[in-house]
């Protein structure tokens, strides 16, 4: 059997001092946060420094934000009211044609072999946008109206423009989420992350000079000169700390890609709507033609 020492031999070894200076940090913060701490006893972080952080700061809120809006375009049915019986239907489908590719591979020359039915080929995926339900329900129903029905064909007319929109719809979508979702949240996670992680060590380094200057102050007269150094390494570190997090911070400010990403965002809406546009009023004018002769029959008809 494995001996105590042996064992504990094994264990990965702790670094006491970084424990320690943990634990000293988060009796700092804790006294900081309870206002144990005079004023003065706190590090004052140059302006620079906090200008730059609270720039940053709204900065992120605005990636944050925006991301949580415009993650939508991801999604094709956000604008499609799709009711639960076509859900259902769907699932439906999609357990049969799961349960028909499982039985072809596992149950071929069994006794069960001739209950499993045939892998029918997969039906295109219809695009589930408001446009394209509509484009869908119009065309049904010139079909059901037949092609001399005045109605069904203005919606046979109607439901092809539709189907244009919504085209145009998908095409937004996937430029929005290639130009402007993808590269705002990589944004986001990487240089305004790397710029937020330099913050975080700054505060802990400012933690580590203040825990250690009260320290000093307290510390007895042999061990004053060990408290001094470090003292001293802390405002080395926070000094280094600053400086890079400053760097960071300019750099996430100054980068050029997050407005280029918006200019990205608004042509992919100018084109989406203008091809709507485009659609629509490219059939309005029948449309409006025929209903205006429709009236004109129905008041005739009645002797108006």
Do not use: C
Request: hydrophobic share 40%.
């Amino acid at each position: 059997m494995q001996s105590w020492k042996s064992f504990t031999a094994a264990l990965p070894a702790v670094d006491v001092s970084a424990v320690n200076k943990s634990l000293r940090n988060s009796v700092q913060a804790t006294r900081e946060r309870l206002g144990n701490v005079a004023p003065d006893a706190i590090t004052e972080l140059p302006a620079e420094y906090k200008q730059l952080e609270a720039r940053v700061d709204a900065l992120r809120d605005v990636h944050v934000k925006l991301l949580k809006i415009t993650k939508v375009y991801e999604t094709e049915s956000y604008d499609y009211p799709s009711d639960v019986t076509e859900n259902l239907s769907e699932y439906g489908q999609q357990a049969q044609a799961a349960w028909s590719s499982f039985a072809n591979k596992n149950l071929k020359n069994t006794a069960l072999a001739g209950a499993v039915p045939a892998e029918k080929p997969k039906a295109p995926h219809p695009p589930k946008t408001l446009s394209h339900a509509t484009s869908r329900a119009a065309k049904t129903g010139a079909s059901e109206l037949g092609a001399d029905d005045r109605l069904g064909n203005a919606l046979n007319t109607y439901g092809a423009a539709l189907e244009k929109v919504g085209d145009a719809r998908i095409a937004q979508d996937q430029l929005i989420t290639e130009r402007f979702v993808t590269p705002w949240q990589a944004t986001l996670s990487t240089s305004i992350g790397l710029a937020m992680k330099a913050r975080a060590a700054v505060k802990t380094a400012r933690l580590e000079l203040d825990s250690a200057r009260s320290a000093l102050k307290t510390a007895a007269p042999a061990k004053q000169e060990q408290a001094r150094l470090h003292v001293e390494e802390a405002e080395d570190k926070l000094v280094q700390a600053t400086e890079t997090a400053i760097g960071l911070m300019k750099a996430v400010l100054e980068n050029p890609e997050p407005l280029q990403n918006l200019s990205s965002l608004v042509k992919a809406q100018l084109i989406y709507f203008s091809t709507a546009a485009e659609a629509l009023s490219g059939v309005e004018g029948e449309i409006e033609a025929a209903a205006t002769a429709a009236e004109g029959e129905y008041r005739t008809s009645r002797g108006a």
